[in-house]
Every structure is written in C-alpha cells, then in structure tokens.
Nanobody, 125 residues
Framework: QVELVESGGGLVQAGGSLRLSCVAS????????VAWFRQAPGKDREFVGAVMWNDGAEYYADSVKGRFTMSRDNRENTVRLQMSTLKPEDTAVYYC??????????????????WGQGTQVTVSS
C-alpha cells in the first residue's frame, strides 16, 4: 500500500522560510517522480514543482521559481520542499504526489496517481 506523508507546515511571517517533507512508503521510491501541489481555499490545486525519479532534475512553477527548492533523498524515501521569501499568497494546503517514471512537467493534478493528506502553510503579512 502506497503512502505519502507530508509534514513541516505551519504559520510563518512574510519573508520567512519553511521546509516541508514528504515521506513515501510502499513503493520503489527511486522509480517515482515526486511533485508538490498546493491548494488555497476556493481555488484549484496548483502545481508547485517536481523532482525527477532518475536524475533528480527539478522543475518549478513560475510563481515559486527562485524561492522554492526541492531535493530528494532516495535512501530515506523523502522529498523536501524548502520555501524561502514566503508571501501571503503562498498560503495553502501543500500536497505531495507521486507517479512512477513520471515527468516533472506534468502540471495537472488529475495526472498524478498517489497523494498525501496535505500540510497547511499559512503566511501572515
């Protein structure tokens, strides 16, 4: 049974930083591309970024490029999302998602197979 568990969310002031983690189990982690999405109240789930299963290549949405960085540790089945220079508009529930042999440019949430339960990030102004 595949399980993705996010952690690290919280309340932070604008300009601050947070690091989210996504720990996977029940899968061959090294064969999965992992993405982060976010969903603010009343809005669609939005692609944030993804890290490739084979070479660790990263791809980010324009809205977070230069502020967010993903990294993966295949020994720990973990992908982390380091978020810096946070803005109030980054407030959302953040989800990780995984696809086996997936592409980092798959931006639609409908195309990702496995999901975590989400972690809330709130950025105060």
């Amino acid at each position: 049974q595949v399980e993705l568990v996010e952690s690290g969310g919280g309340l932070v002031q604008a300009g601050g930083s947070l690091r989210l983690s996504c720990v996977a189990s029940g899968l061959r982690f090294g064969t999965y591309t992992v993405a982060w999405f976010r969903q603010a109240p009343g809005k669609d789930r939005e692609f944030v970024g993804a890290v490739m299963w084979n070479d660790g290549a990263e791809y980010y949405a324009d809205s977070v490029k230069g502020r967010f960085t993903m990294s993966r540790d295949n020994r720990e089945n973990t992908v982390r999302l380091q978020m810096s220079t946070l803005k109030p508009e980054d407030t959302a529930v953040y989800y990780c998602a995984a696809n086996q042999w997936g592409s980092v440019t798959t931006k639609s949430a409908y195309d990702w197979k496995y999901w975590g339960q989400g972690t809330q990030v709130t950025v105060s102004s």
